[in-house]
């Protein structure tokens, strides 16, 4: 996706919910600017600041990015890039699934601490 | 009109800017770069796993809203560890990244290394590369460095990073003529030259290329020696550069990696000589030899 349909979609989201730039730049803690060049195609949003604009508007990074038609913030289904690897060993499996696991548990006491 | 299947090309330029824009981002730079500072700043969990836990060296997870790296710990060269988490960093950093990690299955497999085809392997090897050894930091340490491998282990020990991603990174940037060359069981996997290697075309050997007989490194091959062990000496720049447009006397360092069999061979130079300053030192060094001068006159040396 280019970075005017990103912007695209952005503002598309904002003008369905009724919301300004402004009070998107309050609640994802992004300058004004930075919001209205990722709106125009100026800029690219980077990862933090597609992390920030996700939880603001409650939508997956994913479908900002154009990459799903799903809005809805993906479920525990972990998604996993590797380096140097072949073929995953069933010990391998069993540590990312710890790993996955702790994930989970840590975002979901990061949201109830309202550290999100 | 039929589709052309042409597979996506890796934008380098791409995965620096986007290393450069986290290092800006930070509210200062020291060295080595804190790879877990910058994770914890980006709300990344950050895990090391020993060799029995898992069988890859790195990955970057996502679930639910979190991220996470995985590394394995048990590879004994720190600077490695530190480039597979700098690399998955970038699988982060760089959005049109998250399309790789978000297609297809949940589980997307892949293989790195300096050499990899893969767009995205690339882009984040050049990420890590530009995050742990931040370009103008790296000429400004080159500059302040010695020459050779000596030169590419006081970078290595200053950026905390491994002796060959320092030598790749100081061959691609350093001012001076230098090739650095990764070799195993006396064949040749990979070389990297400095611009100026460039301009004479001794930048490039094909894969699996014998190692010369007439060098250093051949003749570690051919007598074999601890891991770690060092040896210097000289070659002929004609001796590895098959399509080298000059030849010349190069210096050579060679380190065994200790790992796979691998050596790093560091060819250097002060400069490279223009063709007149070696047909001078050609006739220095024999003393039959006589000059001309401009009205055809000899001259003796």
Redesign the interface.
Same mark, same amino acid.
């Given at each position: 996706m280019s970075k005017q349909e990103v912007g695209g979609r952005i503002k598309q989201i904002i003008e369905t919910r009724g919301l300004t730039q402004a009070q998107l730049s309050a609640k994802s803690g992004l300058p004004p600017a930075t919001i209205s060049h990722f709106i125009t195609g100026f800029r690219?949003?980077?990862?933090?600041s597609? $992390?920030k604009l996700? $939880?603001a508007l409650g939508v997956s990074?994913?479908y900002l990015?154009g990459?799903?038609e799903e809005p809805k913030?993906?479920?525990?289904?972990? #998604?996993?890039? %590797? $380096?140097?690897?072949?073929?995953?060993?069933e010990?391998?499996l #069993?540590?990312?699934a710890t %790993?996955?696991q702790?994930?989970?548990d840590?975002?979901a006491k990061k #949201?109830k601490d309202g550290g999100? | 009109m039929a589709a052309t299947n042409v597979p996506p090309k890796a934008d380098l330029r791409r995965a620096a800017d986007a290393a450069r824009g986290l290092l800006e981002s930070l509210p200062s730079i020291e060295l080595p770069i804190d790879l877990v500072a910058i994770a914890r700043g980006l709300d990344i969990e950050v895990r090391a796993a020993a060799q029995q836990e898992i069988d890859f060296s790195g990955c970057l997870m996502h679930v639910g809203g979190a991220w996470g790296i995985l590394y394995r710990d048990d590879i004994p060269v720190p600077g490695f560890r530190r480039f597979t988490v700098a690399h998955e960093l970038g699988h982060f950093e760089i959005a049109a990244h998250h399309a790789v990690i978000f297609s297809g299955a949940s589980m997307h497999v892949s293989e790195s290394g300096f050499t990899s085809h893969l767009w995205y392997e690339q882009e984040a090897d050049h990420f890590a590369a530009e995050l742990l050894m931040p370009e103008e930091l790296f000429r400004d340490a080159i500059r302040n460095s010695a020459i050779g491998l000596p030169a590419i282990k006081h970078l290595a020990e200053t950026f905390n990073t491994s002796l060959t991603s320092t030598a790749i990174r100081y061959a691609k940037l350093s001012p001076d003529p230098v090739a650095i060359v990764v070799s195993a069981e006396d064949r040749i996997l990979y070389c990297f030259a400095s611009p100026c290697m460039k301009a004479i075309r001794a930048d490039w050997i094909e894969r699996a290329t014998k190692v010369p007989a007439a060098s250093e490194t051949g003749r570690h091959f051919k007598t074999g020696a601890p891991p770690g062990a060092e040896r210097e000496g000289r070659s002929y720049l004609s001796a590895w550069f098959a399509n080298a447009a000059r030849d010349h006397e190069f210096a050579e360092d060679m380190v065994d990696l200790g790992r796979y069999g691998r050596t790093l061979t560091v060819l250097h130079a002060a400069q490279i000589p223009d063709e007149e300053e070696m047909l001078d030192q050609d006739l220095k060094d024999d003393p039959e030899a006589h000059k001309f001068n401009r009205d055809g006159k000899r001259i003796s040396w």
């Open positions: 690219t949003p980077g990862t933090s597609l $992390r996700s $939880r990074v994913e990015l990459i799903s913030i993906a479920g525990d289904e972990a #998604k996993v890039i %590797f $380096r140097n690897a072949q073929q995953l060993s010990e391998s #069993k540590t990312l %790993f996955s702790m994930l989970i840590q975002d #949201k999100d | -």
